[in-house]
């Protein structure tokens, strides 16, 4: 798992540290108001004053996502306590989050960032979703063991629609199944970085954004620190990256007046670049947060690059195998994940986790998890197939079978053969079977079909003679699911019928 750059810097929100000074000062400030008679007015004053800048804001959007464990850290480091939540309340505000195109889909690791992006526009603050059209060209080095392998500029292009196309789905569906109404969501706007780099070239970018960085201050950063000890080392082309995007944040401060970058623990060092730019060529106060890894049971992050991806495009993950990645979930995660992933008040995720405790079998917030992930994703189409595929994979369900169509029966039962073919008059269950190459041909296979090894539509068949009758062995989708012992599916469309 990557590390954050400089922890030092970015204490979490609600260490001990600041705790236990809040507790000591509200504790002192109880005194006073005790024994007021014994301070001068002054003094009083200056101690109320003093209570309200040392602790955090207890209410508002900031405080939200820390309680739900969505921001983990934070730049500058008193910037959560005291400035960034008055920022938000003052009015609405424009937060980024970057996405490098590296490819065709955005993964369950990404999803954590859209989902705080989500909750600022449900306050009515603006988000802009960065893609890295630009950027991805480069590499970003942060949690890399290895330089990443060059893409061209047209794959680059293709993975940008792709992971344009989800984020437009995911902002859509929460917008129709999870926003309140109580507040005008803010604006969604999504570009290329791309556009601004374009017309730019090297001397010119060095010349009049390479001023702004200083050398030791880059080097000093845990990812370049870690590559550079390396035996592969690390090259120039990487070495910018940091520089690129903190030259983002810079274009976004000016042209959108964004103010805040949202971001993995992982990118604080690029994010701090980007407030250190923007400072020393502006002089503008601007902020970071960093939301918390997603990690496996293992720990590993998850990712393309940790080769354990659960992907956000329905051509890469299927709804159902999303919705059992979070239902596999393990117990002792299944409330920290209810905080992050769903927007269910935390009242509610307390309550079911009660009712968890109270009947571990039934697997209540595992199930809410999971449906909740799903809907956001995919919609409510989609968690219905992915409903509808659990239902026959576990249960059997033949009714829920007749209801699927061709694209979820070829999601869920993604190895087995997928055959068209014409219905004759008198064709029997051993007819279907030879005709898809399902058994063998001859005596064995008769045999195989006579010992009970062939299931129909979840029904298992001892007679190879037995002739096919639509509504019982051809559902009324037209479909038929055959199986060969155990595990062999065979997908069988019937045209013309």
């Known amino acids: 798992m990557s590390q954050p750059e400089d922890t030092t810097l970015t204490p979490p929100l609600t260490s001990g540290l600041v705790v236990n000074m809040a507790a000591s000062v509200a504790q002192l400030c109880r005194f006073v108001v005790r024994n007021k008679s014994l301070f001068p007015a002054t003094t009083w004053l200056a101690l109320k ?43 609405p505000q424009t937060v980024y989050c970057g996405f490098d195109p590296t490819a065709d889909s955005l993964h369950v690791g990404n999803l954590l960032a859209l989902i705080g992006l989500l909750h600022f526009r449900s306050c009515g603050h603006h988000v802009i979703a960065v893609l890295g059209g630009a950027t991805a060209q480069i590499g970003d080095p942060s949690g890399k063991a290895h330089e990443r392998e060059r893409l061209s500029a047209d794959t680059v292009e293709a993975n940008t629609r792709g992971i344009r196309d989800s984020i437009h789905r995911i902002f859509t569906n929460h917008e129709l199944n999870f926003h309140n109404g109580s507040t005008t969501p803010g604006t969604v706007t999504v570009l290329n970085n791309l556009s601004w780099y374009k017309d730019w070239n090297v001397v010119k970018f060095l010349a009049e954004a390479g001023r702004h960085f200083r050398m030791g201050t880059m080097l000093s950063r845990h990812s370049v620190q870690t590559r550079l000890q390396s035996p592969e080392g690390m090259s120039l082309t990487e070495f910018t990256y940091q520089a690129f995007q903190a030259y983002d944040f810079h274009h976004l401060n000016q042209i959108y007046g964004c103010k ?107 199930k809410r998890l999971a449906a909740e992930v799903t809907k956001l994703v995919h919609g409510k189409d989609g968690l219905e197939s992915a409903k509808r595929c659990t239902d026959i994979l576990y249960n059997s369900n033949v009714r829920a079978l007749e209801k699927m169509s061709d694209q979820e029966l070829q999601e869920l039962f993604q190895e087995a053969p997928f055959h068209e073919l014409l219905l004759d008059p008198g064709t029997s269950v051993i007819d279907l079977c030879r005709r898809v190459n399902a058994i063998p041909e001859g005596p064995k296979g008769y045999r195989m079909v006579s010992d009970g090894a ?14 096919l009758i639509p509504k019982i062995h051809i559902l009324a989708n037209g479909l038929t ?15 013309r019928l």
């Not at 199986?483 to 045209?495: A, D, F, P, S, T």
Request: proline letters at 4%.
């Open 481 to 495: 699911l055959l199986r060969v012992g155990k595990r062999n599916y065979y997908i069988i469309k019937w045209l």
């Open 260 to 366: 805040i970058q949202l971001g993995g623990t992982d990118q604080l060092g690029n994010i701090m670049s980007g407030h250190d730019l923007i400072h020393k060529a502006s002089g503008e106060e601007v902020y970071g947060l960093a939301i918390p890894l997603v990690t496996s049971m293992a720990g590993d992050k998850l990712g393309k690059t940790a080769g354990n991806a659960i992907w956000l495009n329905r051509d890469k993950t299927s709804p159902l195998d999303l919705y059992q990645f979070f239902l596999r979930q393990s117990d002792v995660s299944i409330e920290r994940y209810l905080k992050l992933f769903t927007f269910l008040p935390l009242a509610e995720v307390e309550s079911l986790m009660e009712q968890q405790r109270a009947d571990p079998g039934k697997r209540l917030a595992h």
């Open 454 to 467: 062939v299931w129909l539509n979840h029904q298992q068949m001892d007679n190879p003679e037995q002739v």
């Open 49 to 91: 004053c003093k209570f309200h800048r040392s602790i955090p804001v207890r209410q508002g959007l900031l405080y939200t996502l820390n309680k739900r464990g969505i921001v983990k850290q934070s730049f500058p480091s008193d910037a959560a306590h005291d400035r960034l939540p008055n920022l938000l309340q003052s009015g």
